[in-house]
């Protein structure tokens, strides 16, 4: 892979990253809610949601890193660097943008349901999920030929 271009996605996976630890904050607090004796039955929603919303940018901006230090040992055309870059980044930061908003708002993302932003987590979750499996695929194909 370019190292410019390496660079980057590594750069964004470290963010990607970060936003996920931030993300851990929320999180924390979702849990102090829940473990209330008089927690609603909202409190449980909360933790699920912020939950997910952490591990989204804790887990995909360790799949951006793995896969840029990945492309570094395979021969990428410029089409398939352009696939596994692009397709990560979307799905790097499409998740994680999607899994805080739906905590943010108490949406799921599972479908779209008109102008909201749980259809708007559903776009960005659907975006994520092409991404991802472009970029894998891209990368199964680059090692398959390297082998």
Same mark, same amino acid.
């Given at each position: 892979?370019?190292?410019?271009?390496?660079? $980057?996605? %590594? !750069?964004?996976? /470290?963010?990607?990253?970060?936003?996920?630890?931030? /993300?851990?904050?929320?999180?924390?607090? @979702?849990?102090?809610?829940?473990?209330?004796?008089?927690?609603?039955?909202? /409190? !449980?929603e909360?933790?699920?949601?912020?939950?997910?919303?952490?591990?989204?940018?804790?887990?995909?901006?360790?799949?951006?890193? @793995?896969?840029?230090?990945?492309?570094?040992?395979?021969?990428?055309?410029?089409?398939?660097?352009?696939?596994?870059?692009?397709?990560? $980044?979307?799905?790097?930061? =499409?998740? %994680?943008?999607?899994?805080? %908003?739906?905590?943010?708002?108490?949406?799921? =993302?599972?479908?779209?349901?008109?102008?909201?932003?749980?259809?708007?987590?559903?776009?960005?979750?659907?975006?994520?999920?092409?991404?991802?499996?472009?970029a894998?695929?891209?990368?199964? %194909?680059? =090692?398959?030929?390297?082998?």
């Open positions: 892979m370019d190292k410019r271009m390496q660079g $980057l996605l %590594i !750069a964004n996976g /470290a963010l990607v990253l970060l936003a996920g630890f931030v /993300a851990g904050f929320p999180y924390a607090t @979702a849990v102090s809610a829940a473990l209330d004796p008089n927690a609603t039955a909202g /409190a !449980a909360a933790l699920r949601a912020w939950h997910m919303a952490h591990l989204e940018g804790v887990l995909n901006g360790l799949l951006m890193l @793995a896969a840029a230090a990945a492309a570094a040992h395979l021969t990428l055309g410029t089409v398939a660097q352009r696939v596994v870059f692009w397709g990560l $980044l979307v799905a790097g930061w =499409g998740n %994680i943008v999607a899994a805080s %908003i739906s905590a943010a708002t108490g949406g799921r =993302g599972l479908s779209a349901t008109g102008f909201d932003w749980n259809t708007l987590d559903f776009l960005l979750f659907m975006l994520g999920i092409f991404g991802a499996v472009a894998m695929a891209t990368l199964v %194909i680059a =090692g398959l030929r390297g082998r």
